[in-house]
């Protein structure tokens, strides 16, 4: 529990733990627990303080809500806490009947009467299988703001990472022989812009080696490797352009990288919880800033 009206609510000496147990969080080992705490609470909000009600507020990722409201969990027919939403509606957008602590026992109770708690009929009574564990209103049940973001923030980079290789295929098919900037690069050599700017580094850095280098035996042997590049360069010809390879996605790629945020393979290339504030923050005008005063060669 924490004191929520105070600058850091989260701080450690503002929070404090009032109960552990190494199992998992099942709705049985939760109704174990949440009856005495249910009790405690209730006289909470019961409770004034410097004559000031005080208002208790329930905060949790959507397994742990659903479980303590009674509902059969976020994948279910009706995942929504908070309305009567079924999951297709919930990609329409389609406003409906808001679900209070009242309906959820009212629910459960049908549930519990009509169908003897048969789960197979659990999507005609709501989802509602249990009886709510705590009497806090919905309207005082906080968001789980870090699981909201993933499906957003996803949905927000892939629509930037597709924005970035429109440009990129823009710039592809600019075909304009008077650029002398390196888009040229990519016009000329397609997926192969990149191979040929790093065989360039190399060439630049072995042509370094062989002008500073002392002994004449290891001048021979950095030109012998600036021979190599050289060929290999000359060797690197054009190639179609494909989804993503551009320099604007890999600048885009690289920033990502930078800040470790890449997005994870095995979350279906989205991110995770806080990797999604930390790309928030990166996308604010002054997180912005602060990464262009660092890196002033970003261009994305």
Not at 14 to 36: C, P, Q, R, S, W
Not at 70 to 78: A, C, D, E, K, N
Not at 204 to 213: D, E, I, L, R
Not at 245 to 263: F, M, N, R, W, Y
């Amino acid at each position: 529990m924490a004191v929520g009206n105070l600058g850091k609510p989260n701080a450690k000496t503002n929070t404090h733990l009032i109960g552990i147990a190494y199992v998992k969080d099942t709705h049985e080992n939760l109704k174990i627990f949440m009856t005495d705490v249910n009790t405690k609470i209730t006289q909470l909000q019961n409770t004034e303080w410097n004559v000031k009600r005080i208002v208790v507020f329930l905060h949790g990722d959507c397994d742990f809500l659903c479980k303590v409201f009674g509902l059969s969990g976020p994948q279910g027919t009706y995942p929504c806490l908070w309305c009567l939403t079924t999951k297709k509606e919930l990609q329409e957008s389609t406003e409906k009947e808001p679900r209070t602590l009242a309906f959820l026992k009212s629910a459960f109770e049908k549930f519990k009467i009509e169908s003897g708690e048969d789960k197979r009929k659990a999507a005609q009574y709501h989802k509602c299988i249990h009886k709510p564990l705590i009497d806090i209103e919905l309207h005082k049940v906080s968001p789980p703001y870090l699981h909201i973001p993933l499906g957003v923030i996803l949905k927000h980079h892939q629509m930037l990472e597709q924005a970035a290789d429109r440009i990129d295929k823009q710039i592809y098919e600019d075909k304009n022989p008077d650029r002398a900037d390196n888009s040229c690069l990519l016009s000329n050599l397609g997926n192969n812009w990149k191979k040929w700017m790093q065989k360039q580094k190399e060439i630049a850095f072995f042509k370094g080696c062989v002008a500073f280098g002392e002994a004449e035996s290891s001048s021979q042997t950095w030109m012998e490797q600036l021979e190599k590049a050289q060929e290999v360069l000359e060797t690197i010809s054009h190639t179609p352009l494909t989804s993503r390879p551009g320099p604007v996605c890999s600048q885009l790629d690289a920033v990502l990288d930078k800040h470790a945020i890449p997005p994870q393979s095995y979350y279906s290339c989205s991110f995770t919880g806080n990797q999604c504030n930390k790309y928030l923050l990166l996308s604010t005008p002054r997180g912005f800033q602060r990464h262009h005063s660092v890196n002033s060669q970003d261009n994305v």
